[in-house]
């Protein structure tokens, strides 16, 4: 049969996604998803969820959760779009500025869905690559590199190194680049601080979160971005039209509204990440400092396949990233205290004794 897909789709590799395996017991520290539960709040929203409303269609604008949002963020309504999940709100970016001749430029290594959905606009990726040596910075020429990308992504902190890079330098970009700045915060909750800020200040920023992570929601699917209202009123012309479930809208906006429950779980788990860190670098570890909930460790014999696989066969699952670079490390989601016991257990077995 001959291909009906655009040449583009026939020549996809598609995004991977991080395992969901099935195993009992298993110690699940591979997509970085928080080991604790929602806020009291959003499970509380979830239990009084009236279903029977269900026969309606949601608000196509989710104009709660975007008034809740714009309000905590210091901006307004029209200034910010929600998602499902924040690689929703990618898909649609990537939609809007991205094409053959529209190259995005991302850095190396960074998040893998982003070349995929370059791909499908059949778009040109400009690679910057981070300095490994120096714990993965960005070089200084970053936007000369970034030439005439159209949109230039910056995952800080990053993802999968864990690192974030100096705040000046990315208003530095923001005002040099002549395209789109799109900051992924996906995990700028465990941060010291964050580029929000910027989307008010420059009419070519875009910051995105998600819930995935610090809100503990990965399984609701709730992202989002702020920009300049040109930029959303262009957005939300890609936008499904119910892009965002009512489930997910009372949900998410209880969550959201929760501000010391998220406060407080983050600091617990900057507290086991540091803790974890320390305790690794002391068995012969190289950690990349994280701004994250999640470390990018490589053991003492630089095989980090090898070291995936031993913590496997035991029952606890890390994400390894094949490459001359990522090949070397794996990147470990902070868990719980008792979790990251157990791993500390098997590494100390494996290369302390
Ligand atoms: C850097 C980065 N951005 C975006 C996402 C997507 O998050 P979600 O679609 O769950 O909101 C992830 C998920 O792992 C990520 O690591």
Do not use: P
């Given at each position: 049969m001959p291909s009906y897909f655009r040449p583009e789709i026939d020549a996809l590799d598609g995004y991977t996604p991080g395992e969901q395996p099935k195993i009992n017991n298993l110690i699940k520290l591979n997509t970085n998803e928080n080991p604790y539960p929602p806020s009291p709040a959003a499970l509380r929203a979830a239990h009084e969820?009236?279903?029977?409303?269900?026969h309606r269609y949601p608000d196509p604008n989710a104009d709660m959760l975007r008034d809740a949002i714009a309000q905590v963020n210091s901006v307004r309504r029209e200034n910010v779009i929600a998602g499902n999940g924040s690689d929703d709100i990618l898909t649609m970016t990537f939609r809007a500025f991205t094409a053959p001749d529209k190259p995005l430029a991302c850095l190396d290594p960074s998040y893998s869905l982003y070349p995929v959905l370059a791909a499908m606009q059949g778009a040109p990726v400009i690679r910057i690559t981070l300095d490994a040596a120096a714990d993965f910075a960005m070089p200084d020429d970053a936007v000369k590199r970034a030439g005439n990308a159209n949109i230039f992504i910056i995952t800080r902190p990053n993802a999968p190194t864990g690192n974030t890079f100096d705040r000046e330098y990315m208003r530095t970009i923001c005002r040099e680049f002549k395209g789109i700045v799109m900051f992924d915060e996906a995990y700028a909750d465990f941060a010291d601080d964050n580029c929000m800020e910027f989307a008010s200040e420059f009419d070519n920023v875009i910051v995105s979160r998600t819930f995935s992570k610090s809100y503990a929601l990965a399984g609701l699917r709730l992202g989002y971005a702020v920009a300049s209202p040109k930029i959303i009123e262009g957005l939300f012309k890609l936008k499904d039209s119910y892009n965002l479930d009512r489930f997910t809208q009372a949900v998410g906006r209880a969550a959201f509204l929760d501000r010391a429950y998220l406060a407080r779980r983050c600091a617990e788990l900057r507290t086991i990440r540091d803790e974890l860190r320390g305790r690794l670098l002391a068995i012969g570890f190289r950690v990349i400092p994280s701004s994250t909930n999640f470390l990018f460790a490589a053991p003492p014999d630089g095989d980090g396949e090898a070291y995936f696989r031993y913590l496997r066969d035991n029952a606890v699952l890390v994400r390894y990233f094949k490459g001359p670079v990522t090949g070397s490390f794996v990147r470990i989601t902070v868990g719980t205290p008792a979790e990251a016991e157990r791993l500390l257990e098997l590494s100390h077995d494996r290369y302390a004794k």
């Open positions: 969820f009236d279903a029977e409303l269900l």
